[in-house]
Nanobody, 128 residues
Framework: QALLVESGGGSVQAGGSLRLSCIVF????????IGWFRQAPGKEREGVAA???????YYADSVKGRFTISQDNAKNTIYLQMNGLTPEETAMYYC??????????????????????WGKGTLVTISS
């Protein structure tokens, strides 16, 4: 079992930055694939970024060069640094974990389908 708790959401103006955090309460944290996903009202969930315990990272094309996923293994915490935010990126951002790290290469295109554990999300609002 794992419990994921997100924080760091808020309201910023277009072009601004936010850093989201996801604490993973699990004894198996280092073996997981952990990803960030977002869902805007009336839209499908989409994958944003993912990272394995070994540090391999994966990004959606739309965020490459602007977002950075990182981890602090001592704190069981995953971060998502988001720069250059646009109003279209207003959404609830969720952290999710999968017990199979080998899936990490596909979780973004799969939109997080089948991932084992999910947090409750943190709201990001970008104003124009």
């Amino acid at each position: 079992q794992a419990l994921l708790v997100e924080s760091g959401g808020g309201s910023v103006q277009a072009g601004g930055s936010l850093r989201l955090s996801c604490i993973v309460f699990s004894d198996y944290y280092s073996s997981y694939c952990i990803g960030w996903f977002r869902q805007a009202p009336g839209k499908e969930r989409e994958g944003v970024a993912a990272i394995t315990g070994g540090g391999s990272t994966y990004y959606a094309d739309s965020v490459k060069g602007r977002f950075t996923i990182s981890q602090d293994n001592a704190k069981n915490t995953i971060y998502l640094q988001m720069n250059g935010l646009t109003p279209e990126e207003t959404a609830m951002y969720y952290c999710a974990a999968d017990r199979s790290a080998y899936r990490c290469a596909s979780v973004i295109t799969d939109r997080g389908s089948g991932m084992n554990y999910w947090g409750k999300g943190t709201l990001v609002t970008i104003s124009s």
